[in-house]
């Protein structure tokens, strides 16, 4: 019973900055990893982040490495992402998902996904 809540979406400028949260229903929320990814309209979904149960493993896609950073707080349920350097090309519905295995960034590894939250970049 794992349901997932992203929140911290909305619209920045360039070079602004947003916080994604993404809090978590269960207990046992501390045992699956969690990816982030993204869809622009007319695009395909696509990887940014994810990260290990521990925390201890972090993976990036090469558009953001440098500017969003993945980080969990398993005590609150909560796993964060922290956008930095913020570009119009960062527009798209941010989605967290769940998943019992080792982070990955295909999408089918994640059994559990959030409805998404809104982050709009304006030039």
């Known amino acids: 019973q794992v349901q997932l809540v992203e929140s911290g979406g909305g619209l920045v400028q360039t070079g602004g900055s947003l916080r994604l949260s993404c809090a978590a229903s269960?207990?046992?929320?501390?045992?699956?990893?969690v990816g982030w990814f993204r869809q622009a309209p007319g695009k395909e979904r696509e990887f940014v982040s994810s990260?290990?149960?521990?925390?201890?493993?972090?993976d990036y896609a090469d558009s953001v490495k440098g500017r969003f950073t993945i980080s969990r707080d398993n005590a609150k349920n909560t796993v964060y992402l922290q956008m930095n350097s913020l570009k119009p090309e960062d527009t798209a519905v941010y989605y967290c998902?769940?998943?019992?295995?080792?982070?990955?960034?295909?999408?089918?590894?994640?059994?559990?996904w959030g409805q998404g939250t809104q982050v709009t970049v304006s030039s």
């Open positions: 269960g207990r046992t929320f501390s045992s699956y990893s």
């Open positions: 990260i290990s149960w521990s925390g201890r493993l972090t």
């Open positions: 998902a769940a998943g019992g295995g080792l982070p990955t960034k295909r999408s089918a590894a994640y059994a559990y």
